[in-house]
């Protein structure tokens, strides 16, 4: 038996779309799933981020995780390769959040986590017996197998020492999948973490954890394990950082060379419509302070759309941004994902217009926001980006000596890149799948 993972990519983010190699990491499920796959089956993994999905596949199966901006695109790969005469497999988290729709697409959905069922799973496709819903009742985190980096295709990305040391969050932003997917907020044994970090033969690490300090001692044991590997290492966290003088200092001692924060927005009607309520007693300004004082660089995300944003907000946060010097700010337009409390809402209010997940790819506008037209929303999030990402504007945020700024910069040009080709990915590019036939 031959399967082949993929992981179909929308347009903006496919290989041939708006990213380049600096902000393309190795993804952790399809390599998860290839280390619980038996030893006689042959496996193959197809990132589309990084290359084109073969349409002639030589595999038995296909199995595909998909997100909710992928799910059309996926489900367009599924008809295709089902009628090629292979079975298909959908997991990740848009079937998690809509198992019911996706299996009309597929022979069999995945709810949820899947490592520990995917030996069970592979032996009811050999005997030609696939369930068509597969739930995971283990919720444990210890004693998992590796991923099977291996199969990967290294020089592809920008790093593939991608990791796991938690799952889910404590937190319940309305517009996060996280409490959907993850109900309970799952840990890992420390040194379980750490003896996967020591199998990395480069010196970067890249915690994909959704909150790496959700659990505080927690965290605090890791970083401590973390010191003596002399890792360099980057990761997410929450704005409630700032309040943690002890935390801020075990990170950077342990290796923290970056951060990914949550600002959402500037003000607190903005906070308290996504209910960010841990962002509303943050000084912005004093955690960049202090996390810049330890040389630690921060990816701050910011969201438009919400209940709390009127038409300036675009060039009042973009002047925030620089004032703050975050190294490298990503802006977001909010989007409803199904399941979500944003969604129920907008839903009832009846203010939900784009029913194409393709478009839910946190770049276009799906509802009608309440202080300003989609168009507006829409408009000011690519203005907001191509302000932040002029040469003046990375410069005045990034002109500071720092170990990583090589990374700094090249990171920033990616995704000035990025910001330059936002525009035209219109509705028409991003929902045109025409390169998968239709048989």
């Not at 998860?32 to 796959?37: K, V």
């Not at 394990?225 to 360099?232: A, I, Q, V």
């Not at 209940?307 to 802006?331: A, Q």
Request: glycine share 4%; hydrophobic share 40%.
């Amino acid at each position: 038996m031959k399967i082949a993972f993929l992981a179909p990519a929308g347009a903006m983010y496919r290989f041939n779309g708006t990213f380049k190699k600096a902000l393309h990491y190795a993804p952790l499920t399809l390599t998860t799933l290839a280390a619980y796959t038996p030893e006689d089956v042959e496996v193959e993994i197809f990132d589309e981020t990084i290359e084109k999905i073969p349409l002639d596949l030589d595999a038995d199966v296909v199995v595909m995780t998909s997100i909710t901006g992928t799910a059309e695109r996926v489900y367009r790969f599924a008809d295709y390769f089902r009628k090629k005469g292979k079975k298909v497999i959908l997991g990740g988290p848009h079937p998690t959040l809509c198992p019911e729709e996706a299996i009309s697409y597929c022979d069999s959905v995945i709810i949820g986590r899947s490592e520990n069922l995917f030996t069970e799973i592979v032996e009811d496709m050999k005997n030609d017996n696939l369930k068509n819903f597969y739930i995971q009742k283990n919720n444990s985190l210890e004693n998992l197998k590796l991923p099977k980096r291996s199969i990967l295709k290294k020089d592809r990305y920008v790093s593939i020492n991608s990791i796991e040391a938690t799952k889910g969050c404590t937190l319940d932003c309305s517009f996060c999948v996280g409490k959907a997917l993850y109900p309970n907020f799952l840990k890992r044994p420390v040194m379980e973490v750490i003896r996967e970090i020591e199998t990395f033969e480069k010196k970067e690490v890249l915690f994909i954890d959704l909150n790496l300090i959700a659990d505080v001692d927690y965290a605090k044991k890791l970083f401590l394990e973390l010191k003596p590997l002399k890792k360099w290492w980057f990761g997410l966290a929450t704005s409630n950082l700032v309040h943690d003088d002890e935390m801020i200092k075990l990170m950077a001692d342990s290796g923290c060379k970056g951060l990914l924060i949550g600002f959402e927005a500037i003000s607190k009607e903005s906070l308290k419509a996504m209910n960010k309520g841990i962002n509303l007693l943050a000084d912005y300004h004093l955690l960049m302070k202090k996390l810049h004082s330890y040389n630690i660089a921060v990816n701050g995300t910011f969201t438009f759309g919400s209940d709390g944003d009127d038409k300036d907000v675009f060039k009042r946060t973009v002047e925030e941004v620089i004032k703050m010097k975050v190294d490298l700010p990503r802006y977001s337009i909010l989007t409803p994902f199904p399941k979500t409390k944003l969604y129920d809402e907008l839903e009832r209010e009846g203010r939900i217009f784009e029913r194409n997940w393709t478009m839910y790819d946190v770049q276009h506008a799906v509802f009608h926001p309440k202080n300003m037209t989609a168009d507006e929303l829409q408009e000011g999030g690519i203005y907001a980006w191509r302000e932040t990402y002029k040469f003046s504007s990375i410069f005045k945020r990034i002109a500071r000596f720092s170990i990583i700024a090589p990374i700094l910069l090249s990171t920033n040009l990616g995704y000035r890149h990025y910001a330059d080709k936002l525009e035209s990915f219109n509705y028409q590019k991003m929902t045109d799948n025409s390169d998968i036939p239709l048989l």
